[in-house]
Structures are given as C-alpha cells and as structure tokens.
C-alpha cells in the first residue's frame, strides 16, 4: 500500500519524506489556505522534496475555468496530480486531462456509483472520503470495499483506490486488508503507525540491560 500525507505544511512534508516511506502528497484547498501560503509556491516546494503524485486542487467549479487553472498547475512539475471534483464538470475536465496525459484525483467521492463513473473518466485515482462518511453514520470502510470489488471486476478501469480523510490506524489497516491501493494520512496518523506501547517498553528494558554491561558497538 502507497502512503500519501495530506497536508500542505512544508516542514511536515520534509521530515514525512526523510523518513523514505512517502509516496506522494495529497492537498486541498483547506490544507492551503491553512498553509497562509501562495497555492503555486506550496506546491512548487512540495514538488522539490516528493517525486511522487502530488496532488494540487483547482479551484473551479466549471469546465473551462478547471481546464484554464489546470494548465497552470501542470506547469508547476511533471509529478503535479491535478485534483478535481467529482461533478459533472469535474469528470468531463478528468477526462479531458488524463486523455492529454495527466495524473488526475478526483476528489470528494462519497458513493460506489460515483467511483465507477471516475473510473470510466480515466482518473488516476479516485478519493472516497471514508471519515467524513463515519460522521454522518454511514460506514466509510464499507465503500471502499464496494470500490476495490467494482474495480477488480474490470481490467480495464485502472484508476487506483485512494482512501482520503483518514483518521486513525484503523482505517489505515482496515483499507490495506480491503486492498485499497493508496491511503493518504494526516500526519500525526502516520506517525501513529509506528506507535506500539510494546515497543517502547521493550525497548526500555533492553537499553538497560544494555548499560548494565557497559559496552559499546561503534
Ligand atoms: C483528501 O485528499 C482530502 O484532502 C482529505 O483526506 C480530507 O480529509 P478531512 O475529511 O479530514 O478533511
């Protein structure tokens, strides 16, 4: 499984990608505008320190405004993922855009019927929302399923399933044994993946036996 971060905060991204565990990012207009940055200057920076799909959201709602603010994020870096939403617009610009050649998420899923018409648009990756659906009492998991199971059944559709608005390890394990192809983290969470208490009380215990014998190995 692919592990994307979902944030536009540089510093962040740096230390998430020295780690040498992360395959792309994803962001979203929130993210920016949390970032108080320039949206072109973030994304150029994230670029430079991820060579994997990095995902920059237009801001348009109607074809040729999506296509007009595509052209200039594509212009960015080749590894620039243009992130659409999953409308009637959006799907039409997916299209367009993955026919020319781009890498292209669609953004905002919330139904298997949705992800099965994304795919037919050509799109990368297709983001179904599974805590914003947990919210409202629908069980988010439960679409990805339906997602992974629709797409296998064609060879043909090659969009790969990216699980977006993640919040805990648990969704993370649940979408990797459902074979979901990319799950992209805040990053506490993926910092959260390496937690274990077991872990650090073995570790504990092993550096003090360790300094019992007074020895060192370089
Ligand atoms: C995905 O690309 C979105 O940016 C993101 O996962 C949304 O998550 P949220 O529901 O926590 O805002």
Redesign the pocket.
């Known amino acids: 499984m692919k592990f994307f971060v979902?944030t536009a905060d540089t510093k962040e991204i740096r230390e998430l990608a020295a780690t040498g565990l992360l395959d792309g990012v994803?962001?979203?207009p929130?993210?920016i505008a949390k970032s108080g940055r320039k949206i072109l200057d973030v994304i150029a920076e994230i670029c430079d320190v991820v060579p994997g799909p990095v995902?920059a959201e237009v801001a348009a709602t109607d074809y040729d405004q999506i296509m007009r603010e595509a052209a200039v994020l594509r212009r960015i870096a080749k590894n620039v993922t243009i992130?659409v939403p999953l409308t009637p617009d959006g799907l039409r610009a997916c299209k367009a855009l993955s026919s020319d050649g781009a890498m292209v998420?669609v953004?905002l899923c919330f139904s298997a019927a949705q992800a099965l018409l994304a795919a037919k648009a050509g799109a990368t990756f297709i983001?179904p929302?599974v805590?914003?659906l947990d919210d409202i009492g629908q069980d988010g998991m439960e679409l990805i399923a339906d997602i992974v199971q629709i797409y296998s059944n064609y060879d043909a559709l090659k969009t790969e399933v990216?699980v977006?608005?993640?919040?805990n390890p648990i969704h993370v394990i649940t979408a990797a044994k459902l074979g979901a192809h990319v799950a992209?983290l805040?990053p506490a969470v993926l910092r959260g993946l390496y937690s274990h208490p077991l872990t650090d009380k073995g570790l504990a215990a092993f550096l003090a036996d360790w300094a019992k014998t007074g020895q060192t190995i370089a």
């Not at 977006?164 to 919040?167: E, G, K, N, Q």
């Open positions: 979902d994803t962001t979203n929130s993210l995902s992130k998420n953004t983001s929302f805590g914003r990216l977006a608005s993640v919040r992209t805040p």
